[in-house]
């Protein structure tokens, strides 16, 4: 029984690398190095995000866990609020990020490296996605379907690489992290979708219109 928790995970984590690494190795394959180095940078500004998207996991996670094992209806409108608000932060850290980075771009870095603001949207909203996927993994280990997430992770990986030879041969180092958000996006959509379906939750917004009842 563990091992069919922890086997997928393993998938999950490995595929989870190639999403995050995938995009480096094309560039430097199908554009060059110099290239690369500009990508990094903007790269690196985008994937501020991650930090703010760990330290909300690290409380979120063992919370919901405790959450779940009490099946109350109020709560668990709670836990959708919550969420949703986590969808929407997300999203505003990505945009914030991405205004600070036209003008810290060209202070921190030399000129051969301003343009590297053009990727930093891309690579923040796709941490943004991820912290959206994190928002609703935590059901499905719950519910010790993780063999989902494995095959969702995989699934997403392999798209990953598909994408970054297509998108980068259309639009240049830009079509990498194009590539990483449709992978993160289509994790995300998979996961929350399955999430829905192996365990119960008011996703609809009609509890906005519900009067609590005590």
Do not use: C
Not at 78 to 107: K, N
Not at 127 to 149: E, I, N, W
């Amino acid at each position: 029984s563990s091992l069919l928790v922890s086997v997928p995970l393993i998938f999950h984590t490995l595929s989870a690398v190639i999403i995050n690494m995938s995009d480096r190795f094309f560039i430097e394959q199908m554009i060059g190095q110099d290239v690369l180095g500009i990508y990094n940078i903007g790269y690196t500004f985008g994937m501020t995000t991650l930090l703010i998207v760990d330290a909300v996991s690290k409380v979120w996670t063992p919370w919901l866990f405790k959450q779940l094992a009490d099946d109350n209806e109020n709560q668990k409108r709670f836990i959708v609020q919550l969420t949703y608000i986590g969808f929407v932060g997300y999203i505003l850290v990505a945009i914030v990020l991405t205004g600070a980075s036209w003008f810290l771009i060209p202070i921190l870095t030399d000129e051969a490296y301003h343009g590297a603001f053009i990727y930093v949207s891309w690579v923040a909203l796709s941490y943004a996605v991820r912290g959206m996927y994190s928002l609703v993994f935590p059901y499905l280990v719950h519910k010790d379907k993780t063999q989902f997430v494995g095959v969702s992770t995989v699934t997403a990986a392999i798209l990953n690489l598909v994408a970054n030879y297509i998108l980068i041969q259309r639009f240049g180092a830009v079509g990498a992290a194009q590539a990483t958000l449709i992978s993160f996006v289509v994790l995300f959509l998979g996961v929350w979708w399955y999430a829905r379906r192996i365990y119960p939750m008011p996703w609809g917004l009609q509890w906005m219109f519900r009067k609590e009842r005590s």
